[in-house]
Structures are given as C-alpha cells and as structure tokens.
C-alpha cells in the first residue's frame, strides 16, 4: 500500500473538458507538491502548497489542499493536448524523523485527446 | 533547465555488469534524492543523501549502493546488473529546511539491461 494514493490512475478526455485527479493518504504532511512528467523526461514542479485548505491557481489548474494536509486535488478546467502526461503528487511528512523525505504517489496519467 | 545534471543519458550494458550513473544538483542544494521509475510506473525512492550524509533509504537493493562528495555531486553504483534493472533513473536535489520540501529533477538517466 502507498502512502499517498492517486486516482484515477488513467484518465482519457477529450479537449475542452475538465477534470479532477485526487491524491489521498491517512498520514499528515509538512507540504505538499504537484509535478508533470512528459515521457522521457524528469518531473517538473507544478505548485506547492503548505498550508490546510489552500488553494493555488495556475492558470486552468487549481490545486487544493485538504484541511487535514492529508489529501490533495488538482482540477483542470477545459483541458488541452498540452496537458497531457503523467500528474505526480509528493508530500514531505512532518516531524523531524521523517527527514524531508518526498514520498510519491502512484501518479495519474493524463491523455487530452484533440 | 531544472539546474540538476545526470550523466550519462543512456546506459546500455549486460547482465552482470556494474555501472556508475552521476548527478550534480542545483548550486546551493544539499539534499540529493535517487528515483528509480520502471515502463510506466510511479517514481519508487531509493536513497537521499543531505551534506554527504545519508539522510534516508527507501526500496534499494543491496546491489546498489550511492554516496554524495564533498562538492555534492552525487554516484549511484548498480551492481550484478539483472534485467529487470532496466528502468530510468533520476536524481533530484532539494533545500532542506525551507518548511516545504521541493525537488527538481535531471533529465534521468535511461538503462537498459541486455
């Protein structure tokens, strides 16, 4: 069982519709960080959030934290081809013994059909 | 550009064999974090290493083994190499001890066992 949960695991749209990939754990984190990875290539941050019950916008992604800092979701409104990949949610957990170790979920593939 | 360097790209070896892959993190970043990602799959944690020291240890076989210098670059040693080794493998660095752990990622490097 991972530590961080992601669903769904693949995710098939057409362009101009909006969807939502959630991130899920039991456990409570320092932060939490959203990342995209193309095939071939390193992930790449997308947004970090820090506090319970935050909400980031990047343009038509928004990304929100649980009020627990438990859970995570990110929204994308009228998708594009461009998004398509695979979306990586990572936590730190909290306390000193979990020393800033980034855990990783399973990740939700992504595929924006034109 | 992330600002994190893994050499080489592509590894092709044989079954058996040992390879070194090499990571320079961001200027300024003492935490380097070792991924390993198979076909498909999400990033599974294999080691980090915080100022030349080991910080934590995730799935890594006895096999393999990796150390950071004093110049903070970082080596990842695979040993008796086995084909279902062949995976890509990145390296990340982060600042630790900013109250959100972020990581950026290197390009990967690809190896392929034969």
């Known amino acids: 069982t991972q530590l961080l949960e992601q669903s769904p695991q693949f995710l098939s749209i057409q362009e101009g519709e909006n969807l939502t990939v959630y991130c899920n754990s039991s456990?409570?984190?320092?932060?939490l960080q959203w990342y995209r990875q193309e095939p071939g290539e390193g992930p790449v941050l997308l947004v970090t959030v820090v506090t319970g019950g935050e909400v980031k916008k990047l343009k038509r992604l928004t990304f929100q934290f649980g009020d627990a800092r438990k859970d995570s979701s990110l929204h994308i409104t009228a998708a594009q081809p461009g998004d398509t990949g695979l979306y990586l949610c990572a936590g730190a957990l909290t306390g000193k013994a979990a020393g800033n170790k980034l855990t990783f979920g399973g990740g939700t593939r992504v595929l924006v059909k034109p | 550009d992330s600002g994190v360097t893994q050499t080489p790209k592509h590894l092709i070896t044989a079954t058996g064999q040992r390879v070194t892959l090499r990571c320079s993190p961001r200027?300024?970043?003492?935490?380097v974090y070792w991924y390993q990602q198979s076909l498909d799959q999400g990033l599974q944690f294999l080691i980090q290493y915080y100022n030349g020291e080991e910080r934590a240890k995730g799935n890594i076989l006895e096999r393999f083994s990796a150390q950071q210098f004093p110049d903070l670059h970082s080596e990842l040693n695979l040993s008796s190499l086995e084909l279902g080794d062949s995976a890509l493998y990145f390296c990340?660095?982060?600042?630790?001890?900013?109250?959100?752990?972020?990581?950026?990622f290197g390009q990967g490097t690809r190896l392929t066992v034969v």
């Open positions: 200027s300024g970043d003492l935490s």
């Open positions: 990340a660095s982060s600042v630790v001890g900013t109250g959100a752990t972020e990581a950026f």
């Open positions: 456990s409570v984190f320092s932060s």
